[in-house]
C-alpha cells in the first residue's frame, strides 16, 4: 500500500483501500506582490501556513474552483481581469486529510499570479472567517513549517 501524505510531510498507511480513498481535484492560488505571497493559516492547523484553496466544485473550471476558494479562505475577491498568471503548476499527490480521517488521490492546480492594479500587500496579519492570513516574503518562507505539497508548489515556482 503507497503512503499518503499529511500537510505536514508524515506519511500515513491506509490499512485497506476504501471509499475514503477517494480522487479529488483542487486549485490553489499564490498570489505574489514584490517579494512577498499570501498565505493563510487555518484555525484547524494553527502551525502550518498554506496557500489558500481547495477542492473545486463540479462545474467548476480551475480557475474559477481557485478564485472562489481564494475569496473564501483569504477573504479577498480578486477579480480575473486584474489577475497576471505567471505560471501553473500541477501535481497529484497522495494526501491523508487529517482533520476529517480520509485518503485522497489529489490532482491538484496552484496558480501563481500577481495582481494589475490596487496593491493587496501590508505588514498585518489579518483575520479571516477560519483563521488568519498573512505575506511571507521569500527570505520568510519556511519550507519546512509550511503545508508540505503547497510548500512543493511554490519550489516549483521559484525554481
Not at 36 to 65: K, T
Request: charged letters at 25%; a negative charge.
Amino acid at each position: 500500500m503507497r503512503p499518503y501524505y499529511d500537510r505536514y510531510g508524515a506519511a500515513h498507511y491506509p490499512d485497506v483501500e476504501n471509499d475514503t480513498m477517494r480522487p479529488r481535484m483542487g486549485a490553489w492560488i499564490a498570489l505574489r506582490e514584490g517579494r512577498h505571497i499570501l498565505m493563510v493559516i487555518a484555525d484547524n492547523a494553527h502551525d502550518v501556513p498554506e496557500l489558500p484553496g481547495g477542492g473545486v466544485e463540479v462545474g467548476e473550471s480551475l480557475w474559477q474552483g481557485a478564485l472562489r476558494e481564494f475569496q473564501e479562505e483569504a477573504n479577498i475577491t480578486l477579480m480575473p481581469n486584474n489577475c497576471e498568471i505567471i505560471a501553473e503548476y500541477k501535481q497529484t499527490v497522495y494526501f491523508y486529510a487529517d482533520d476529517v480521517d480520509e485518503y485522497w488521490n489529489y490532482d491538484q492546480t496552484y496558480f501563481l499570479i500577481q495582481q494589475t492594479g490596487a496593491r493587496l500587500y501590508h505588514e498585518s496579519v489579518d483575520s479571516v472567517p477560519e483563521g488568519r492570513r498573512l505575506w511571507l516574503s521569500a527570505e520568510e518562507l519556511d519550507f519546512s513549517a509550511m503545508h508540505y505539497f503547497h510548500a512543493m508548489a511554490i519550489k516549483a515556482f521559484t525554481k
